[in-house]
């Protein structure tokens, strides 16, 4: 399959842990990218590679991988960190495509 | 700085076809690959396809085959993504990424950074 599969929605208090995660046969020989989108803007690069954030990102964001599934975490979650979380990979065919899950919405409360 | 600048706002009708740039400063821009993603409105990020900059080759989603074209200009370094037979569900924000990437004893890892700033083609009679 190519399919990436990602929860629709997830919520997190204000200075709690959340994971986000996604799921895809992909994935167990391809890392994950993460990204992160606010309305209105374009997707911004969280997370890449085994867990490498690029310049600027907080370091409250990780990744993390294991089998057929890829995870984002946020430790200390802040409100700012309220947007949409797309995760992106190769897909299996070996055809050098891509494929985006379907993203998650992350709810600060 | 790396930047991608994106060509402004378009209305096609419907059967039309539609030609979005990005142009690329502050790296070689042959030395990476460029892809270009959409996104509906409310919908999620959509993989289209992408464009080895260096000598041209490209690889499309199964699901836009035969309507997309990715092509370049090197001189300009720029990238293009042409969309024929425009229908309503292509309405959507059009956005071209430049591929960032890295070898290590695992293979190829890459990723997409940074992002143009869209471009809005709305498809309407």
């Known amino acids: 399959s190519s399919e990436l599969t990602q929860d629709p929605a997830v919520s997190v208090a204000l200075g709690q842990t959340v994971r986000i995660t996604c799921q895809g046969d992909?994935?167990?020989?391809?890392?994950a990218s993460w990204y992160q989108q606010k309305p209105g803007q374009a997707p911004v690069l969280v997370i890449y590679?085994?867990?490498n954030r690029p310049s600027g990102i907080p370091d409250r964001f990780s990744g993390s991988s294991s089998g057929n599934t890829a995870s984002l975490t946020i430790t200390g979650a802040q409100a700012e960190d309220e947007a949409d979380y797309y995760c992106?990979?190769?897909?299996?065919?070996?055809?050098?495509?891509?494929?985006f899950g379907g993203g998650t919405k992350l709810t600060v409360l | 700085q790396v930047q991608l600048v994106q060509s402004g706002a378009e209305v096609k009708k419907p059967g039309a076809s539609v030609k979005v740039s990005c142009k690329a400063s502050?790296?070689?821009?042959?030395?990476?690959?460029m892809h270009w993603v959409r996104q509906a409105p409310g919908q999620r990020l959509e993989w289209m396809g992408w464009?080895?900059?260096?000598?041209?080759?490209?690889k499309y989603s199964q699901k836009f085959q035969g309507r997309v074209t990715i092509t370049r200009d090197t001189s300009a370094s720029t990238a293009y993504m042409e969309l024929s037979s425009l229908r309503s569900e292509d309405t959507a924000v059009y956005y071209c990424?430049?591929?960032?990437?890295?070898?290590?004893?695992?293979?190829?890892?890459?990723?997409?950074?940074?992002w143009g700033q869209g471009t809005l083609v709305t498809v309407s009679s």
């Open positions: 992909s994935l167990r020989s391809y890392y």
């Open positions: 990424a430049r591929e960032g990437y890295y070898y290590d004893s695992s293979g190829k890892t890459d990723w997409f950074d940074p």
């Open positions: 464009i080895n900059a260096g000598n041209g080759n490209t």
């Open positions: 502050g790296y070689t821009f042959t030395s990476y690959a």
């Open positions: 992106n990979s190769r897909d299996s065919s070996g055809n050098h495509l891509r494929v």
């Open positions: 590679g085994k867990n």
